[in-house]
């Protein structure tokens, strides 16, 4: 046989002292069953609808011992609207960016000109790898770095009639391309797209987000040595930089060693419109 009694101190609500109230609770005691369907179905049935002028929102129960339950039913104002965290909710025109500016890990194999201490002991014959890191016979192992490194996303809200089936697929072909023109302050070739996320149903206006990955182009040189002389490198932010490298004679130390031939910097990324988007472009 199945019982229900209320527990000592229920009735626990906050609100005013004319009856109203944002929430209540209610607490009773079940005894005689180890379903719980059954015991959610009994604190149904022995629960009012309605408590004050607050109205019946969730029953939540916990098994406390073999045959025992505990339920508590909550009650909530009929006329308080949900709350929302703030920029849960964005409207049509408006947009919110989110960052992670925990940078990435890439690898590189040889340093900037003048930024490396070559140390070799006096009875030595000094030999210069020119910048190239973790030389050895067999070639060049570099090392990894962390790269600052800046991950954007954009969720804004756009009106239904503007997310048409093309317009998707517009987008989608623009994933994998970098920003031939400035975009939200970021000049041309520093934004990579990545993609989009969104769902459409109803009469809702829908929320996309937009995600990008943020890398800065050198508007200075950076000099980088070579077997045969200094060359100052430009490179746009999603450019990938490589060194290639030959066997050079250290006429001084008189050995072939592995060394820069050449610094290569190539465009691995499209280009694209992103006014395609339809974000904006502050």
Do not use: C
Request: charged share 25%; aromatic share 10%.
């Amino acid at each position: 046989m199945t019982t229900i009694f209320e527990a000592f101190g229920s009735r626990d609500r906050s609100g005013q002292q004319d009856g109203t109230g944002s929430t209540a609770e209610l607490f009773y005691i079940i005894e005689g069953t180890t379903d719980d369907q059954v015991a959610i179905d009994l604190a149904a049935n022995h629960s009012p609808i309605s408590y004050y002028r607050l109205v019946r929102d969730t029953i939540d129960v916990n098994q406390v011992a073999p045959n025992r339950w505990e339920a508590t039913v909550r009650y909530v104002d009929p006329d308080k609207p949900d709350e929302e965290e703030p920029g849960d909710h964005v409207e049509v025109g408006e947009g919110v960016f989110s960052f992670d500016t925990t940078g990435e890990i890439i690898h590189i194999d040889a340093v900037k000109k003048g930024k490396y201490t070559e140390y070799f002991h006096t009875a030595a014959q000094a030999v210069s790898f020119k910048g190239a890191i973790g030389v050895h016979s067999d070639g060049v192992d570099g090392v990894d770095i962390v790269s600052p490194g800046l991950r954007l996303t954009y969720r804004t809200r756009l009106a239904k009639e503007d997310v048409t089936l093309q317009w998707i697929k517009n987008v989608a072909a623009i994933t994998g391309t970098t920003n031939n023109n400035t975009f939200y302050t970021f000049a041309k070739g520093e934004m990579l797209f990545l993609g989009m996320q969104g769902e459409q149903s109803g009469e809702t206006d829908p929320e996309m987000t937009f995600n990008f990955v943020a890398s800065s182009n050198w508007p200075v040189a950076r000099t980088f040595e070579t077997l045969d002389g200094d060359v100052d490198v430009f490179k746009d932010g999603h450019q990938y930089l490589w060194n290639y490298y030959i066997k050079g004679k250290d006429d001084t130390a008189k050995k072939t060693i592995p060394v820069p031939h050449g610094i290569i910097v190539d465009t691995v990324y499209e280009e694209s419109d992103f006014a395609n988007l339809g974000i904006g472009t502050q």
